[in-house]
């Protein structure tokens, strides 16, 4: 049974950072590509960013703009968001996600992603 686990998120004030984390279990990492998504209250979840299965290619949705860095350590079944000069609009509950071992890539829409976490609350005051 594959099981995410995220933590991490918090309150922070505007121009802060938060580093989330995502543990993994139930499935070999390293073989899987892995994402990031947020929900905020009222509208539809989005795309973060994503990290190829060895960690070389990374992706970020448009609104990041240098902002986050996503990584990964395969030896600890681990995946990372460093959230840097967050803003009141990054305000949102964070999932992590993996895809669905068909797909090949690394996959930047939802639809493409199987498994996901309880998600963590990322809240960040103005």
């Known amino acids: 049974q594959v099981q995410l686990v995220e933590s991490g998120g918090g309150l922070v ?3 802060g950072s938060l580093a ?3 543990v993994a279990s139930g499935l070999t990492f390293s073989d899987y590509a892995m994402g990031w998504f947020r929900q905020a209250p ?3 979840r989005e795309f973060v960013a994503a990290i190829s299965l060895n960690g070389i290619r ?3 949705g448009d609104f990041v703009k240098g902002r986050f860095t996503i990584s990964r350590d395969n030896a600890k079944n681990t995946m990372y968001l460093q959230m840097n000069s967050l ?3 990054d305000t949102a509950v964070y999932y992590c996600a993996a895809p669905s071992p068909l797909v090949a890539g690394t996959p930047l829409q939802m639809g493409e992603y199987d498994y996901w976490g309880q998600g963590t609350q990322v ?3 103005s």
């Open 123 to 125: 809240t960040v005051s």
């Open 20 to 22: 989330l984390s995502c």
């Open 58 to 60: 990374t992706y970020y």
């Open 87 to 89: 803003k009141p609009e």
């Open 13 to 15: 004030q505007a121009g």
């Open 42 to 44: 009222g509208k539809e």
